[in-house]
């Protein structure tokens, strides 16, 4: 049975950066070193916050700290004693920015979504797959709302950031027949929100590209090196024939060119 290539922001975003690194990661499969860090405190600051805005009892206007602070305690159970207090700091500065100063709080669409949504192009069918944080209601559409816990906060490109919510406006129509308006992104550790316009144009754009995608899975062409600042950070440079002079040989991976797992859905 044919089944849907499967598709989200960040391998769009990863095609757009440079071909021959998608063509490493996602259809050789070439792994990337796993990510390291305080990914646990992130973890359990992400699901306090989707019990705070989730579980509110939202016949009573405004929480008070006390809440956040009863959803962290039970989110943080597996966390050191320093991650326990470091994330209370954090909800602390989150409740006096983002809540104290509201007369109510307003009940989110979703929180900890996951969102699905279909693209036809080229004869191939594309599922967008993707999750969010927290999903509200503006006037006049809808805003998607990404937490960012990174001690080091790392933004994307603005192109990037293009693509995310063209993606997101393309998935979020289908689901909702309602337009995103706005994608804002909000660093936890500074508290700052970074709000970005969304429109139709985004998703159009999003669809070029995933035309351009769909047209190189279908032909198994060339898939170009684009070297940029990227390189730098890109776990691939050293098999790659643009940034190195002797690149090393890929690893095997099992998949090799002309067996991508593509799906012709004729
Ligand atoms: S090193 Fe640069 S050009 Fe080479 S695969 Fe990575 S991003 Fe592309």
């Given at each position: 049975?044919?089944?849907?290539?499967?598709?989200?922001?960040?391998?769009?975003?990863?095609?757009?950066?440079?071909?021959?690194?998608?063509?490493?990661?996602?259809?050789?499969?070439?792994?990337?070193?796993?990510?390291?860090?305080?990914?646990?405190?992130?973890?359990?600051?992400?699901?306090?916050?989707?019990?705070?805005?989730r579980?509110?009892?939202?016949?009573?206007?405004?929480?008070?700290?006390?809440?956040?602070?009863?959803?962290?305690?039970?989110?943080?159970?597996?966390?050191?004693?320093?991650?326990?207090?470091?994330?209370?700091?954090?909800?602390?500065?989150?409740?006096q920015?983002?809540?104290?100063?509201?007369?109510?709080?307003?009940r989110p669409?979703?929180?900890?979504?996951?969102?699905?949504?279909?693209?036809?192009?080229?004869?191939?069918?594309f599922?967008?797959?993707?999750?969010?944080?927290?999903?509200?209601?503006?006037?006049?559409?809808?805003?998607?709302?990404?937490?960012?816990?990174?001690?080091?906060?790392?933004?994307?490109?603005?192109?990037?950031?293009?693509?995310?919510?063209?993606?997101?406006?393309?998935?979020?129509?289908?689901?909702?027949?309602?337009?995103?308006?706005?994608?804002?992104?909000?660093?936890?550790?500074?508290?700052?929100?970074?709000?970005?316009?969304?429109?139709?144009?985004?998703?159009?754009w999003?669809?070029?590209?995933?035309?351009?995608?769909?047209?190189?899975?279908?032909?198994?062409?060339?898939?170009?090196?684009?070297?940029?600042?990227?390189?730098?950070?890109?776990h691939?440079?050293?098999?790659?024939?643009?940034?190195?002079?002797?690149?090393?040989?890929?690893?095997?991976?099992?998949?090799?060119?002309g067996?991508i797992?593509?799906?012709?859905?004729?």
């Amino acid at each position: 049975m044919a089944t849907s290539y499967q598709i989200t922001a960040t391998k769009i975003q990863t095609y757009h950066r440079c071909p021959q690194s998608y063509y490493f990661r996602y259809e050789l499969g070439l792994k990337t070193p796993a990510f390291f860090g305080s990914a646990a405190l992130g973890t359990a600051l992400h699901q306090s916050l989707a019990k705070i805005h989730r579980d509110w009892h939202y016949l009573d206007p405004l929480p008070q700290m006390d809440w956040l602070l009863q959803c962290w305690q039970e989110r943080s159970t597996n966390l050191s004693p320093g991650q326990v207090t470091e994330g209370q700091e954090i909800l602390e500065r989150y409740y006096q920015n983002f809540i104290a100063p509201e007369t109510a709080l307003k009940r989110p669409l979703a929180v900890e979504g996951r969102i699905k949504g279909y693209l036809r192009v080229e004869n191939l069918e594309f599922l967008l797959w993707g999750r969010y944080d927290r999903l509200d209601y503006l006037e006049d559409g809808l805003e998607l709302i990404e937490y960012k816990s990174n001690k080091e906060l790392k933004l994307p490109t603005l192109e990037e950031i293009d693509l995310q919510i063209g993606f997101y406006y393309l998935a979020l129509e289908q689901r909702y027949q309602e337009s995103l308006r706005q994608l804002s992104l909000l660093s936890l550790r500074t508290c700052e929100k970074m709000s970005f316009d969304a429109s139709a144009d985004h998703k159009e754009w999003v669809e070029a590209t995933v035309s351009q995608l769909a047209l190189r899975l279908r032909t198994d062409e060339v898939w170009e090196a684009t070297p940029s600042e990227g390189c730098a950070r890109c776990h691939y440079a050293r098999y790659c024939q643009a940034v190195s002079e002797h690149p090393e040989p890929l690893p095997e991976t099992g998949r090799t060119r002309g067996q991508i797992q593509l799906v012709l859905d004729l």
